[in-house]
Each structure stands twice: as structure tokens, then as C-alpha cells.
């Protein structure tokens, strides 16, 4: 799963304008969402994660990280604004720091254990900036430097700030303020002359010197092509130089950072391997430490050419390496058949000795040159295994255990256990057996289970800080260079008050106008509205006629629709992206009174309803939710209990809302008798005797509404009918 961080320059000088009219941090914003969008051809970019951080000082730099989801990472991105200095080198630190805040946890950089290229989280980091000297609190610095400090446990185990499967590139915007010719340079990007170009190339990356539009769009797609899976070996020659073929190579082949692709498995996605490139050091089981090590493995190779070595069923892993002088230089020699070792110096019991651990060779198509990675010391360890199959016939004699221990004790202890599998692979499970070290001392091995509980709460606390905006300063402080008081803690303040003023003669002598002490400067708060008929200071300074033309207007107007001191274009003017924010203007709302009726029913906040109320409030009487008789009348039909439209479930109001009405009827009886009683009861519902057949309506009515709520019904009317 590829790691695609974006590190991106927030210093104020990126508020400055190209020709295209829009600022540096706009074509970066922009640039980020064109190599999403390229990147999103790739099927393989559906497992890719983006991160985002900026110039800012940390931990406000973290913009997102690893919890964050793609939303979070393009609204973060939107927002960004050029307001600081340009502190690359926190920023590049506080980046590696991100990208390696889970390796030792994960245990993917295995110290002291022999460097897995198929261990690996590929990490592309891409610096967007404009090139300018690098600021700090204290100066102007001319070359980059990184902090050696890192707060991330585990960080003195590796010399670099980086891993060898993370690679820097940097887009330098160097596009002119006027407009461009139209003959511009087309054809390979140069890189930068920056400070960050030597950065680019340690870590095997590259920088772009960009100059236009157009150029910045090659430069996207040539950083789309670069999204590999791979790690970065530094490749060196030892020993005498090949015989020249043809013309001499000015090419530096001799010592290059280059990447070897590492291919995921089709079926699974993830990479698989069988044997490590070796450390550089012979583990030690009594050193209490581990020595620390480089972040690309210095990988030496002899020119003297030899025949690849292989036998059936040996598991061997094959690197294809990125195109570069070297693989060049290999191929141009056109001989497929013949190989260069390879090997790391220090690797042995002695330090004098380094054995092959692989060889480089050309493909059969002389297309690309490959990484052959091999068991250690190979040239012994294949022969003897040729001998065990084809001659012992898996049943080895003395002599062959005894040249077969004398291998084991010259290779370092982590190596034995890819060695019996690939010996269990081959159908020899028995010759090394189970009670294997590993090789490091107790104390080394309780030092990394340490370091990997403590690396856990550090990635806590970072991930929790992530996105948490910088405290809002109020003023800056104006430093005072001198001992003396301030005018307003003298003691002869008054006097040298009325000296300003005319009273008396005024001593110049004992004033020092430079100096103010314990002053602020007030900052621009963007929360208030500017106030262009009451501040000066609010008005922009293109705006200054305008704003003389509308204060003239606004001072001679007969009319008094308006308050004096408003401009009517800008009384309800409101920018777009915040209209529509209804809870922003809920919250600058006085808060409302208390209602007079505490048992009243709550209204709820609802835009474009404010008379919608709260029903889960109200009060319900079940005894009156029922009222026999036709609710809605239809045209000669009268109904009864039987027809099956008697019965109407209606929720009665509040006792506190209804308003007073007459008695409610009872249907057990009648209240009155003769025209004059149905004549006073004509906006009430015709009351109906009370059937005679009791358990028809029982069974009726607990369908409806339950048993307990039938005995309440009929004792309700039983205690009416009492009360009569």
C-alpha cells in the first residue's frame, strides 16, 4: 500500500503571484489534485494513502495523517494558508517522523536481524515549494539541516532520518510573475539548484525546476510514473575496473542510490521473499546495544565476471533494478551468461572476510539488469547441497556434516532460519535443527520490546494531536534593547506629560522614542467585521476613493431608511462559502428566555419551521383517547359499533392547551332529553347508547388498545355513572 505524502510550503513567500494571477500556494493546491487524479488511472491506487503537512511548527504541521480519510485530506488541503517562514528542514523532519511512527511497532525494519526488501512500506514524498532562502526564528540559513533530535523512540537505531523504501521529490515553482514566450523549453525538466535537491538525491529522488504550467504538468506525470514498490541499495564497485568496451563511460556507475522494484505477489498483493540482504555488523550475543545503521545498505560489487550458480528447488528472490549508469554500463557489455557478485563488507565472523550473498546479471533480453538475492555465501552452500541430493542421497557422511557445520559457523545466526526453509522446501526438513538463536543478547532483544511499547503511546499521542489548530496569538511583543524604563513607569511621567503637550519646556535628553517597552502589536483578527465607516484601518488601500465616494453619500442622505454609518451594499453582504451556515448564526444568538410554563411542550430549533413542537412532551389522557362515533361524516351513513368505523383513534392535546369546552360526553347515557337538549349540543358529537353485548365490545376494544386500558375505560365511566 503506497504512502503518497505531500509536504507542502506555507511560508508567506507563497503568496506571491505568477503569471497565471494565481499565487504559489494556489498552483500547489492545484497540483496536488491533478496528481490525484492521474494517480487515480492506476487500479493499483485504490490502496493508497495520503498525507498531508505543512511548514507550520509542530505539531500544528500534521495537517493529516493516518487516521485521517480522504475528505479530511482535501479539507485540510483547501484551507491552507501562507502565513511563517520556510523551515524546510522541521518540516522534512517532522514528515519522516510520520512515516516511520508505526516501523517499530510493526517490526518492519527487523534490526540486528538482516534487511527483508519484501518488509517494506513504500512512501513517496512529494515537497511542493518555491525555492526561497530558508528562515528560521534566528536568521537566514544557506545550506539545510535537519534536526538531529527526533521525539520518536528508536529513532538512534538508524543513522538517517529516512528508510530505504522512502523517497523524496520536490517541485520547485519557479514561475515568473510577467507572461511567458511562447517558445518555451520543451522536453526533460532540470533539477532545481536548491538546498533541497542534495536531500532529493540521497534519499534516491529527484527534484524539478519548474517554470511553467506546462512544465508543472510533465513534471506530475513523470511523479506518477515514479509510485513503485521498492527499496534503495547503494550500489558501489570494489576491486579493478571491467576491460573498457568501446568508448570510456564519464557515466558515475561506480557508486549510484538506486531502487529495486519489489513485486507484489499477483494472488495476494504482498510481497514475498526468502532470503535478507545482510547486516553490516556480526551480531554480537554479549553487546548490550546494536550499532546503528544506514538507511540504504552499502551493497558492494566485484567486476571480475562469473557463472550464475543455481540448483533445482533452491528458492532464490530476483530485484529488477531502476533504470540508471549502472544497469547501463552492464548491459552495454552483452553478455547475459555472466554475472558480478555481490556482498556486504563486515558481515562475517571476522572482519576481514564478506562473502557473496547474489549477483548482478543482465536479462536473457539484455532489457534490464536484475538483483539475484542468494543464500549466504552461496559458492559453498550450493555445491554442498548438489552433493546431499545427487550423490548421499539425503543420507550425508562425516565428512559432509563436517563441512556443512563449518558453513553454519561462518554465517550469521539469522540467516538459519530462511535456510531451513528452504531446506524443508526441498525435502530435507532434519538438518538444522529447531533450538536456533537468533543471535542478539537478552538485553538487546528487552532494549527493541521497550523501544516498541513506547514507539505505541508516541503514535497515540501524535495521532490525537493531528489537526489541532495553533493557539490564536494576540499581539507580537516588541522587544526592548535597552535597560530603561518605559515612559509610562517613570516616575516623572506626569512632568515629561505636560512637556509633550507645552506646558513646560520639554527634555528631550531623558526620552528615548525607540524604545517600547512591554508593547504589543496588535495582529489582524479575522473573525471581526471590518468596519469601513468607523475604522480607517479597515479600509483597504485600493479602496480608499470608493470608500470617500460611499462615506459622502452616506453623510448627505435625506432619507432615514438606514442607520447613518452603514452602506447599503454592504449591510447584508455575506461571502458564499459561508451562507447557509444557520448554526454559526444560532451561536452568536443571545440565548432565549425561560418559558413562563415549565411543563409546556419545547419548540424545537428548526430552520425554515419554528412552530414545530416537540410531541414526545406532550401529555396524553388515555381515558379520552376514544370517542365513539363517527369522525368523519359521509353522506347518508350514520355507522354504529358494528360497522367498523365507530371506533377513531385520535391523540387528544395538552390539558394545558386545550381550550375549555363543555363536559365530555358519556356514552353510557344521555345527558338530556327532548329538542332542546340536541339543540344545545350542535358542535358535539352525537352520543350512542352503550350495547347491550359487553363482550363484544371488550374484545373490540382490547384489539385496539389492550386489556388495562379497557378496565380504565369502563371504570371511568363507572365513576360517572356513580357520581350521577
Known amino acids: 500500500m503506497p504512502i503518497l505524502l505531500f509536504l507542502i510550503d506555507t511560508s508567506a513567500s507563497m503568496n506571491q503571484r505568477t503569471y497565471l494571477g494565481t499565487t504559489f500556494l494556489d498552483i500547489a493546491k492545484g497540483a496536488v489534485e491533478i496528481f490525484m487524479k492521474l494517480r487515480a488511472r492506476d487500479p493499483a491506487s485504490r490502496g493508497d494513502r495520503y498525507m498531508l503537512v505543512t511548514f507550520d511548527d509542530p505539531p500544528y504541521g500534521v495537517k493529516a495523517g493516518w487516521k485521517e480519510n480522504h ?21 522534512l523532519r ?3 517522523d510520520l512515516l516511520n511512527l508505526n516501523r517499530l511497532v510493526s517490526g518492519i525494519d527487523n534490526y540486528g536481524q538482516g534487511r527483508n526488501p519484501f518488509f517494506l512500506e513504500p512512501s513517496v514524498i512529494i515537497t511542493i515549494t518555491d525555492g526561497n532562502k530558508l528562515t528560521h526564528t534566528s536568521g537566514v540559513a ?23 523504501d522512502q523517497r523524496l521529490f520536490a517541485l520547485v515553482l519557479r514561475l515568473p510573475g510577467v507572461s511567458v514566450p511562447d517558445s518555451e523549453h520543451l522536453g526533460s525538466v532540470p533539477t532545481d539548484e536548491s538546498a533541497i535537491t542534495q536531500m532529493c538525491e540521497v534519499t534516491g529522488g529527484r527534484s524539478y525546476c519548474v517554470r511553467t504550467q506546462r512544465m508543472l504538468n510533465q513534471c506530475l506525470e513523470s511523479l506518477v510514473q515514479k509510485v513503485l514498490s521498492g527499496v534503495v541499495i547503494h550500489f558501489e564497485k570494489s576491486g579493478p575496473d571491467p576491460p573498457v568496451i568501446g568508448e570510456g563511460h564519464p557515466q558515475p556507475w561506480h557508486s549510484c542510490h538506486k531502487l529495486i522494484y519489489v513485486r507484489p505477489n499477483p494472488k495476494t498483493g504482498v510481497p514475498v521473499g526468502h532470503w535478507p540482504i545482510p547486516e553490516s555488523f556480526w551480531p554480537d550475543q554479549n553487546s548490550p546495544t546494536l550499532p546503528p545503521r544506514s538507511a540504504h545498505p552499502l551493497v558492494r560489487f566485484s567486476c571480475i565476471d562469473c557463472e550464475p550458480m543455481v540448483i533445482d528447488k533452491l528458492p532464490f528472490d530476483k530485484y529488477e533494478l531502476e533504470p540508471s549508469p549502472l544497469t547501463q554500463f552492464i548491459l552495454e557489455r552483452k553478455s547475459p551468461h555472466m554475472c558480478w557478485q555481490v556482498f556486504v563488507n563486515c558481515n562475517g565472523k571476522h572482519s576481514d572476510s564478506a562473502h557473496p550473498f547474489g549477483y548482478l546479471k543482465a536479462s536473457t533480453t539484455l532489457t534490464c539488469v536484475n538483483l539475484f538475492v542468494m543464500p549466504y555465501n552461496y559458492p559453498v552452500l550450493l555445491p554442498l547441497l548438489d552433493d546431499l541430493f545427487k550423490v548421499h542421497k539425503l543420507k550425508p557422511n562425516l565428512k559432509w556434516r563436517q563441512a556443512f557445520e563449518m558453513y553454519m559457523k561462518s554465517m550469521s545466526p539469522y540467516f538459519l532460519l530462511p535456510l531451513k526453509k528452504a531446506l524443508r522446501m526441498m525435502g530435507a526438513p532434519n538438518l538444522i535443527s529447531d533450538n536456533m538463536d537468533c543471535g542478539l543478547s537478552y538485553s538487546v532483544i ?30 507580537i511583543k516588541v522587544k526592548n534593547h535597552s535597560s530603561a524604563l518605559s515612559l509610562a513607569h517613570r516616575r516623572d511621567f506626569k512632568q515629561l506629560l505636560q512637556g509633550i503637550t507645552g506646558e513646560v519646556p520639554l ?43 460611499r462615506m459622502r453619500s452616506n453623510l448627505l442622505r435625506t432619507t432615514q431608511k438606514l442607520i447613518r454609518g452603514q452602506d447599503d451594499d454592504s449591510l447584508h453582504s455575506i461571502p458564499v462559502g459561508q451562507m447557509g451556515n444557520y448554526q454559526e448564526y ?30 414526545k412532551g406532550m401529555m396524553i389522557d388515555e381515558a379520552d383517547e376514544f370517542v365513539t362515533g363517527p369522525q368523519n361524516k359521509k353522506r347518508g351513513n350514520t355507522g354504529d359499533l358494528n360497522s367498523g368505523t365507530a371506533l377513531k383513534r385520535r391523540r387528544s392535546m395538552s390539558p394545558l392547551l386545550r381550550r375549555p369546552q363543555t363536559p365530555p360526553i358519556i356514552t353510557n347515557h344521555v345527558l338530556s332529553k327532548g329538542p332542546t337538549g340536541t339543540q344545545g349540543q350542535q358542535g358535539i358529537i352525537k ?7 359487553y363482550e363484544t365490545i371488550f374484545r373490540l376494544l382490547e384489539e385496539v388498545k389492550g386489556p388495562v386500558t379497557v378496565q380504565r375505560y369502563f371504570i371511568h365511566h363507572a365513576i360517572k355513572e356513580a357520581a350521577r
Not at 144 to 162: A, D, I, R, V, Y
Not at 516 to 522: H, R
Request: aromatic fraction near 8%; avoid cysteine.
Open 71 to 91: 475528505a479530511t485530506f482535501m479539507s485540510e488541503l483547501k484551507n491552507l494558508q501562507a502565513s511563517g517562514m520556510t523551515t524546510l528542514g522541521h518540516a
Open 94 to 96: 517532522a514528515a519522516f
Open 142 to 164: 544557506e545550506e539545510l539541516h535537519l534536526p538531529l533530535n527526533s521525539p520518536l523512540p528508536g529513532s538512534e537505531l538508524t543513522k538517517e532520518p529516512f528508510r530505504w
Open 446 to 475: 528487552s532494549y527493541l520490546k521497550k523501544l516498541s511499547q513506547q514507539a505505541k503511546i508516541e503514535s497515540d499521542r501524535l495521532i490525537v494531536s493531528v489537526g489541532k489548530k495553533p493557539p490564536q496569538e494576540t499581539g
Open 507 to 549: 527634555r528631550l535628553i531623558d526620552m528615548n522614542f525607540k524604545e517600547f517597552a512591554g508593547f504589543q502589536i496588535a495582529l489582524l483578527n479575522k473573525d471581526l467585521k471590518p468596519q469601513a465607516y468607523r475604522n480607517a484601518y479597515d479600509i483597504p488601500r485600493r479602496n480608499l476613493l470608493d470608500q470617500v465616494t
Open 586 to 615: 444560532l451561536k452568536m444568538m443571545p440565548s432565549p428566555l425561560r418559558e413562563i410554563d415549565p411543563d409546556q411542550p419545547k419548540r424545537l430549533h428548526t430552520f425554515g419551521n419554528p412552530f414545530k413542537q416537540d410531541k
Open 687 to 693: 352520543p350512542i347508547p352503550l350495547h347491550k353485548d
